[in-house]
C-alpha cells in the first residue's frame, strides 16, 4: 500500500467525521513524538454501577463532573461515569470486555480487535465497546480506523470526553493542531480537569494562535 493512497484513506475519515461544520482533512505530521500521549482509559477498579434510569444518573454526573472543585473530586464523578459506561454491555459483553483488557495487556491486538468486533456485532450500542476499539487501532496507529470508530462513540454519547481527547492526540499526531486543540477543548468543557489535557491546550494554543501581548 502507497503512503499516497494511506494519506487519502486518512483524509477520507477524518472528513466523514464531521465533529464540526467543512471540518477540512488533517494533513500527515512531518515528525511524531516519539512519546506521544495515551489516550484517557478508565481504571482497573471502579465502583459498583448505580441501578435505575441509566440517562439520568449520567446527565447528574456530568453536571457534577462540570463543577467539581478540584482534581480529586472530579476523579470521583469520572469513575462513575465511566462505571455506567462500561456496565452498558451487560454481562456477556463484561465477561469478553473482560479478555479485551488482558488482550491490550498483553500487546494483543489481533486478538482485542476481534473480541470488540464480537461484542459490537452482538450490541451495537454499547459505547464503550467502539471506544476500546479506537483505543486499539490508536495503539496500533491505525488512525483512519480510529477516527471511524470515535465517529461512533460521539454519535451515541457526545460528551465522551475519552474520545474527545483521544481525537484530539490523532489529529495532533497527524499535524492537525487547530482541531487538536479543538477537540482538546470540547473535551475539557466536559471535563475541566482532565489530566493533562489543560497542559496540551496550553501549548496548542501557543502553536496555533500565538502568545498574547
Not at 471540518?23 to 511524531?32: F, K, N, R, S, T
Not at 489481533?110 to 451495537?124: E, F, T, Y
Not at 486499539?136 to 470526553?161: M, Q, W
Not at 483521544?166 to 475539557?188: C, N, P, S, T, V
Amino acid at each position: 500500500m502507497s503512503p499516497r493512497f494511506f494519506a487519502t484513506v486518512l483524509v477520507a475519515a477524518a472528513a466523514a467525521l464531521m465533529l464540526s461544520p467543512l471540518w477540512p482533512a488533517p494533513a500527515l505530521a512531518e515528525a511524531v513524538d516519539p512519546e506521544p500521549p495515551k489516550p484517557v482509559e478508565p481504571p482497573s477498579t471502579l465502583p459498583r454501577a448505580h441501578t435505575g434510569d441509566k440517562a439520568q444518573n449520567l446527565d447528574r454526573l456530568f453536571d457534577a463532573l462540570k463543577i467539581a472543585p478540584d482534581e480529586e473530586s472530579a476523579k470521583y464523578v469520572e469513575n462513575r461515569i465511566w462505571a455506567l459506561w462500561l456496565a452498558e454491555g451487560g454481562d456477556t459483553s463484561n465477561l469478553l470486555m473482560g479478555r479485551v483488557k488482558t488482550a491490550m495487556e498483553k500487546k494483543e491486538f489481533d486478538v482485542a480487535l476481534k473480541l470488540l468486533g464480537a461484542i459490537i456485532d452482538l450490541k451495537p450500542d454499547y459505547v464503550e465497546a467502539w471506544n476500546r476499539r479506537a483505543t486499539v487501532f490508536f495503539n496500533t496507529k491505525d488512525y483512519g480506523s480510529a477516527i471511524a470508530d470515535i465517529r461512533e462513540v460521539l454519535a451515541r454519547e457526545p460528551r465522551h470526553f475519552g474520545a474527545l481527547s483521544g481525537l484530539g492526540m490523532i489529529l495532533q499526531e497527524l499535524g492537525d493542531d487547530k482541531h487538536a486543540l479543538e477537540a482538546f477543548r470540547r473535551a475539557l468543557a466536559v471535563h475541566p480537569h482532565l489530566a493533562k489535557i489543560p497542559e496540551m491546550v496550553k501549548k496548542l494554543e501557543e502553536k496555533v494562535e500565538g502568545r498574547g501581548i
